[in-house]
């Protein structure tokens, strides 16, 4: 026995065969995190309190929480794909309940919220451009301003991501003859 490669080969296997904890669990936590931490941050600064310190959360952190939304909504649907196709190839049995969601989460509901998230975005992104014009097109607070821009841009990252996955989702699940 070789125990690294042998134990390696083992969690390999495990994982692979397991799209829930490998993709889906972790991708849904990382989501979570990122957008209780954004809308936390969107209102302004948040001031937190470790070991007798004050520190300010602000638009940085923003940045970064919002990153990890885009990140947690992309593993999320590796999730998704991993199972559609490993249900389709019978690496996987085949499950009532997740092929009843898709009876309900079909190509169109998608396309419809992926172009819900864009035009939120856009919205966004409108609103920061009217603040700009309304301000002469001169400087304007760069807090305010990443507090706008940064939600804008990724909504609209969001929404091209459920556009496509719907798509893709869509192929896997196609029957072949």
Known sequence: LRSWRDGWRHLRFLLLYSPRWLFLYPGACVFAVGFVLSLLLLPG???I????ATHTLDVDTLTYALGLVLIGAHITVFAVSAKVFATQEGFLPRDPSFERL???L???TGLLFGCLLLLIGAGIFGYALFLWHAAGFGNLSPTRMLRLTL?????IMLGVEVIFASFFLSLLGLNRR
Not at 49 to 52: Q, S
Request: charged share 5%; hydrophobic share 40%.
């Open 45 to 47: 600064p948040l001031p």
């Open 49 to 52: 309190h470790i070991g007798g």
């Open 102 to 104: 898709f009876q309900y």
């Open 106 to 108: 079909t190509l169109e």
């Open 151 to 155: 939600p804008s841009a990724a909504a």
